[in-house]
Each structure stands twice: as C-alpha cells, then as structure tokens.
C-alpha cells in the first residue's frame, strides 16, 4: 500500500485524498513508462464525476506502459496545509507530485476555474508559463469544451486538444515518448504535436491587433497557410472506450450513478448552446451496446441508479423502446432510471410511467425562455402547450416536484418576454396542485445568457448587471409562492464567464493577478470575491466590458477564429441572421440538411433514424429475491482499518451497499418509495478511528452459507474493510444495539504531548501516571490523581469506565488502554479521556492514534 501523506489527518475529508477506490488502476512500476496526471481543477467529488474525465482514465490505463492518475483541486483545508508545510500537490493514485509526470491534462470545464488551474501549477511547484518550463518539466495540455477558445490561456499551456479526445490523447502520448527517446529540444515536441490534426500549439500562432484592442490577424508563424486548427471527431462511439469498470468513490459524488453516453451531439440547434455546435456531428450509441455496457456497469458498481446522458436523451432515436426494455431489468433488481436531460416535447406520458416503476428520480424541463417569440429567436422548438404538457404529465404521474430552467439577457429579450416567464411558471403551479395531493414545490433556475464562441450569438452584447439584478429583483417580486422556489445564478459570476469565455491572450495577466489576490474556487458563491477580479483587470489596464457588454461587427476577427469546430461561420452568421428575424431553423433530421457544414465531414444525419433493438434479458439477478418467507438475519463481524478509517460512516455505508451489490449477496430492502438496504450499525467510529472487532446486523431475502458470504463481499471491498465473520441469527434475537455491552479503545500518544500539555496544577507529575504503567489501574485511582476533576464528574466516569491500563514503551509512547460501557446509548469517548482527564488539547490530536480494538456484546 502506499504510505500516506503525513498530513491526512490535518483535513477535514481525508476520504478524497485517500484513493484505492474500487476500480482505480495501479500499475506496478516496472510496467510504466510514461505517466500521466489526469487533472480536473475542481473538488474530488465534482471532478470524480466527469464521464469526460473517467473516458480518457480508461483509454489510457488499458495502454501498454502508461499509467494515468487523478488530481484534484485540494479543498482550501488542504490546501492552507501544503503552503504552510512548503509541500507538492500529489497525485490520488500513488502520492507522486505532478512535477514527477511526463504528461499533464487538465479538464477546462467552466471558465471560473482557470483560477483552479493556475493554483495547481503553482501547489505542484511548477511554473505556470509554458516559456517557463523547461525539457524537465511535465508537458502541459488541455481539452474540454472551454478550450474551443483557448487563448485566456494560450501563455500556460503547451498545447490544447480540440475536439474528442480518445484518440488524440494516445497519438499525444506516442508523439512524446518518440520525442523523449530521441530528441531534447522542447521545441521539437511541439513541432511534433502541431502536426496531430486536432491539436493546437499556441506557440506557434501570432497574434496581430487593431489600434483599438480587436485582433486584426492570426496567423501560423510555423508553417505558412496552416493557419486553422481542425476540431478532432471520433466518428462512432466505441464500446471499448467506454469505462464499464469505472471508479467507485467513497465520499458522494455529484453524480453518483452508473452513467451511459448513449450519444453525442446534438441537432436541435438552440442558438445560445455552444455543446450543441462543438460536439456535432451526432453519433449515437447503438441499443444493443447500451444495454450491454448498463449491464457490465451496474455489476461492476453496485450502483442502484443509471442515468442515460447526452445533450438531449429524449432525442435519442430508440428511446421509445429502449426505456420498457431496461424497466423491465431495472424494476425487479431495484434500479431506478434518470434521464437528466429531456426537451419537454420528448417527455411523453409513457416515457414517465416507465421511469417511476421503481423509483421515480428528478425530472428538469428547461423552457430557456418564457414567451414563443423569444424561444423562436433562440431557436427552441417547444410551444406553450408543449411545455404545460410535459409538466402536467411529470404531475399526474405523481412527481411531488419538477425544476424549471429559464434564462434572461437574452438578444431581443423584452419586458414582455419576462413577464411571459413569470406567466408560464405560475400557469405550472396551478397545474401541479390540480394534478395531484403529494405536490412539494416548484423549483426555477435563473441564469444570466453569456454569448459563447462558435455559436450564432457570439457576436451580440451581454446584458448589463444592472438591468440584470433589476429584472431579478423584479421576478422576485412577481412569484411570492412559498411552492414555488426561486434560484439564480449570480450576474456578476455570469459576467466574469463571459469576458473568459469571448476573451483574448490578454486576459492571462488578469488571471495571474487574480489568483495572486486569492481568487479560487470562483464557482462556489461562499469564496467568490467580485471586487478582487475587479481589482486585477484595474491593475492590468483590461476593460472587461470590451469582452462582455461590447456587440461584435459580423466581419470581426474574433480570438478563437483559427479553431475550428466544423460548423462553418457562413452557417452560424445565417443562423444569426434568422434569429435577429425570429424565424426557426427545423432539426435536419426532420427537415433536410441546414447546411451547417458538416455534410462533406461524415455527418449521415440528414434523415432520422429508427431501431429495432434486442429485448435486454428479464431475468432478475441472482442478489434480488422477493420471498418474504425466506429472509433471514446475519451478524457481521468486520474490521475497519489503515486507510479505511478516514471513511466517515456514511461513506463506510455506501461503500458497504455497494460491495454487497458486486457480491451478488441477497440484501432485503425496505418497502415504499424510496427502497434501502436493511442493514443496522453499531455506535459509528469517528473519522480516524481504526475499528478491529466491529458489527452490524444484514438482513437477507435468502439465506446463504456463511463462509461463502464473507469470502464473496471481500473479494468486493476496498482497502483496510473485511469480514472476519458472518454467523445466521435466530427469528426473535435482539437488535444489534441491544446487545452491546461495551467498547475497549487504545489510545497511543507521544510521551512528549504529556510533558507539553499536562498541568502541574492538575497533575503532581508525570511520573504519578507512570507508576501504574504495567498494571491495571482503578479508575477511582486514577481519577483522585487528577486535582481538578468534580466529584459529580469522577462519579460519571466511574459509571462508565469498567477499567483502564496505561503503558509506557520506552520514553517515546504512552499507551492508554480502557474499556467504556454502554449505557442507554451514551459510554465515554476517547477525546473526553484525552481532554477531560489527560488534560490533551485538541491541537495535537493528529499525533494520537486511536483504534476502538473490539465491541463486547452480551451473551444472546
């Protein structure tokens, strides 16, 4: 196992640093021979997430001598501690730091983390200038949807992938170890890279202005008329690519579901959505496979959630099919189907009975906009009556709440066009309480419109704050309904995304000045600072609004020109045309190619398509079995050690589910609508706390033999978890918690923390402790040596502890040993040992290791 980072216990969860997860790779490393770090500028659990992310883990683990690893942004707690210590950030897999990887991809998901990126760099020791890095240096790249305009962070990339990265990413890695092998020039890597198609080499483009700050020209100084870098597409979705086996985390992931990519790209056409142009063609995933990856998924997982993810699920051509036949696998081995992304002119009546069979899970319809003129103009094809259908059907299919999406700022938007939105919410309202009693709320997201590059509104102007916060204020005070809950993203964040998003190389000096004033985390509202990036474009001399409130000519030169996402700008500026006129351009699957310029690229979606798909076996899983009459109850001993114990108790329950599910064991669930586990626990160990001889009660739909049991979940479970012992209960054995007599802890310290912390005044001296060090010492005893403890609360311990022991090994470690009962469900706890009678203050804690090394139950 590898050792972990001294500084683990100093953070508030140390279950997102401590890896091992089941389905994380390690590789031993006589078989590496370049490394990667897979970088996502977020918290372990938003970036634990990213399919994205997981793809790319995948492609390149099953590589022959590569070895990827994961990194996330450190938590602020973390992160306070490496600049205290003068430590690297390091790596989840093996603790390496970045600096020691060949290859750094970083995830540019959202504009307000380039910050995030920036602090990496920085945390790991390394120079955040790709002119600054050296032949020793990592080789820095990026991909996702923000670099389709990189260059706010041209100055500190050595190169970005544009487009689909599963192939690009491996021809990267060859290209490197070639240039490794036989060449030392940095210079040389680069050449090389600029030659993948699909990769963009900043270096190598020059950027020529106006007088005015408009860029006048860019050109490629490498090599003459090469002046355009080519989206990459992968033209099909391999089932190989995709990550059947993927990471299971401990902490609550964002998403925490099976998730399938049943397709890419979309052709609805909004003309606000940049994902819409960038991942085009479409390519979807043909049924057969999806049903085969679900399968593999949920039995590697143990997850009891899959989620169908693309642009627009509902869109899929085999959905209507489809959705029955997994139902019809899902309902008996209890698993329930999301579809996060559905048009609510896809959200068909038969498509939601289907997918509350189970469980019904949370249904989002996004109107964008209130009035059908204004949707014309962003080309959102759903009328009113579309969208009060598909809530009335989420209703009276008896979903207690449904989440409204709705933008405002958007080009042409009108007084009226709001009050239409405000209109339409109430009209939802009045259809949920007459649909149906178990009607919760409403919840409406806002967000300000930020025009993006490569979409038909890349030339128009952003809305201002104050006419932003005014039409806010103004919403809010036109929905007062307690049913009815408003939310919305702030317009200032929205601001800052809009200049990063439509910016220029000249916004890297903001970026460094920003993040040298302690802007991070910009995207959590609790450490947004407006002012501070305010500051640093005051202190650059950058007028932000050049970027966001400043409408562009259609013939001006905009930074992201030389990248190229195959939609061709003659298409995009029509398109802006048409909505400036609020005319609607049809899904060319229904209405013919629109000419978007992606038919001579391999795109066969000019006619929609239909399929035929085999039924997905029915036949319940060996762990599912409904038979009440054969349930049976089972005591579990296990142990909860070395990394383990930084696994808080919901974590450690989670993961315990999960294990149980790969194991095809036959847990009982509860009845109602929200099904769980029948599984009960004894007194939680603390984060920290190792646990040798614990319990907890599984209740099972069939009886299995023991040994086969505890064999079976241990093959499944993570690092520092097993069973050590599974023994049937009788019908009519008291509950878990019942039969618990008492707990035995081992407390071991440093002799030091005694001499630095104890009180003369409490304690004559040290040595009166250690007098007793090889016997058992009364409690009464001990507690007389303490002059300050009341009588009331030397009587309360004496209740409780049963005994305790201390020892002393050499004049390095002191070792308290006692045994606490249990008492209508309160016993002494270790830091009231260590606080109360040791008089230990809670600032060393970190160096005191506590194991609760068995629970002492009652003869039953």
């Known amino acids: 196992m590898k050792p972990l980072p001294d500084y683990i216990d100093l953070v508030r969860r140390p279950s997102r640093y401590i890896g091992h997860e089941i389905g994380s790779v390690r590789k031993p490393e006589n078989e590496v021979d370049t490394r990667v770090a897979l970088v996502f500028p977020d918290v372990y659990e938003i970036g634990v997430s990213n399919l994205g992310l997981r793809i790319l883990y995948h492609v390149l683990n099953r590589t022959k001598g590569v070895q990827a690893e994961r990194v996330y942004s450190p938590w602020v707690d973390l992160e306070e501690v490496l600049v205290n210590k003068k430590l690297p950030l390091l790596s989840i897999e093996s603790n390496k730091p970045l600096r020691k990887f060949d290859i750094i991809g970083i995830t540019l998901q959202y504009e307000m983390s380039y910050t995030n990126i920036l602090n990496i760099l920085k945390l790991s020791f390394i120079p955040i200038k790709s002119g600054e890095r050296d032949e020793d240096m990592p080789l820095v790249i990026a991909g996702g949807p923000c670099a389709f305009n990189p260059e706010p962070l041209a100055q500190f990339f050595d190169a970005f992938v544009i487009g689909d990265g599963e192939e690009v990413f491996l021809e990267i890695v060859e290209v490197y170890r070639g240039w490794r092998n036989f060449s030392s020039k940095k210079l040389e890597l680069l050449k090389a890279l600029s ?451 930084y696994l808080s108790h919901l974590e450690f329950q989670n993961v315990l589910i999960r294990a149980l599910s790969r194991a095809r064991i036959p847990v009982a669930y509860s009845r109602g609508f929200h099904p769980h586990p029948l599984l009960s626990f004894s007194v939680p160990l603390s984060v920290g706390f190792e646990g040798f001889e614990e319990y907890l009660d599984i209740q099972l739909e069939k009886e299995i033999g023991t040994e086969d049991f505890c064999s079976r979940v241990n093959k499944e479970l993570p690092l520092g978890i097993r069973f050590l012992d599974a023994r049937k209960l009788l019908p009519g054995s008291r509950s878990l918690m019942k039969v618990i007599s008492s707990f035995e802890y081992e407390i071991s310290a440093p002799h030091d923390i005694f001499s630095e912390n104890g009180n003369k005044e409490k304690w004559a001296v040290i040595g009166d402790l250690m007098k007793v060090k090889s016997d058992s010492l009364a409690v009464e005893e001990l507690l007389v040596l303490n002059q300050t403890l009341q009588e009331a609360k030397v009587a309360d311990y004496v209740k409780f502890i049963k005994k305790i022991n201390i020892e002393e090994e050499g004049n390095k470690l002191v070792k308290i040993k006692y045994e606490t009962k249990l008492i209508d469900g309160k016993m002494v706890k270790p830091k009231d040992i260590m606080k109360e009678i040791f008089d230990i203050d809670s600032n060393v804690y970190d160096k005191i290791k506590i194991k609760r090394t068995r629970v002492i139950l009652d003869q039953e």
Request: aromatic share 10%.
């Open 195 to 645: 030659e993948i198609e699909g990769v963009y080499v900043p270096y190598f483009f020059k950027v020529s202005h106006h007088s005015d700050g408009r860029i006048s020209d860019i050109k490629n100084v490498n090599v003459a008329g090469k002046d355009s870098v080519y989206k990459r597409t992968v033209k099909s979705l391999v089932k190989e690519d995709f990550p059947c086996r993927t990471i299971i985390p401990y902490i609550e992931a964002v998403h925490d579901r099976v998730n399938i990519e049943i397709a890419r790209g979309c052709l609805n056409g909004c003309r606000f959505c940049q994902a819409g142009i960038i991942y085009r063609p479409l390519r979807e995933r043909d049924p057969d496979e999806i049903k085969e990856l679900i399968k593999l998924s949920i039995r590697n997982s143990g997850y009891n959630e899959v989620s169908l993810t693309s642009l627009n699920a509902g869109d899929y051509s085999g959905i209507g099919d489809l959705v029955p036949e997994l139902m019809d696998y899902f309902e008996p081995n209890r698993i329930s189907l999301s579809l996060p992304s559905l048009r609510p002119d896809t959200l068909r009546q038969t498509l939601a009975s289907q997918i509350k069979r189970f469980r019904k899970t949370g249904f989002t319809i996004a109107p964008e906009a209130g009035s059908q003129s204004l949707r014309n103009v962003i080309n959102k094809q759903i009328s009113e009556d579309e969208i009060l259908k598909a809530a009335e059907t989420v209703f009276k299919e008896g979903w207690g709440a449904l989440k409204l999406y709705f933008m405002i700022g958007l080009p042409t938007e009108k007084t009226e066009d709001i009050k239409e939105m405000i209109s339409l919410i109430k009209k939802i309202k009045k259809l949920a309480a007459k649909s149906t009693g178990k009607f919760k709320r409403i919840s409406v997201s806002i967000s300000p419109f930020v025009p993006k590059s490569h979409t038909p509104f890349q030339w128009v102007s952003q809305e201002g704050l104050e006419r932003l916060n005014d039409k806010i204020r103004w919403i809010n005070e036109n929905i007062r309904d307690q049913k009815i809950d408003i939310e919305w993203h702030d317009p200032r964040l929205s601001f800052l995304e809009a200049v990063l998003a439509r910016g220029d190389r000249k916004l890297g000096g903001v970026l460094e000045k920003a993040l040298d004033s302690g802007c991070k985390f910009d995207g959590w509202r609790e450490h947004f600072d407006f002012q501070k990036w305010m500051k640093a474009f005051d202190e650059t001399g950058i007028d932000p609004y050049f970027y966001s409130t400043r409408a562009r000519e259609l013939d001006e030169v905009f930074p992201w020109e030389h990248i190229k996402p195959g939609v061709s700008m003659d298409f995009l500026r029509n398109e802006y045309s048409r909505a400036l006129q609020g005319i609607i351009t049809p899904d060319c699957r229904k209405s013919g190619c629109t000419n978007c310029g992606l038919a001579d690229k391999g795109c066969d979606y000019k006619t929609e398509k239909s399929y035929v798909a085999q039924s997905i076996s029915s036949e319940k899983e060996e762990i599912r079995v409904e038979s009440e009459d054969l349930s049976v109850k089972f005591r579990i001993k296990f142990q909860k050690t070395e990394i383990a114990k």
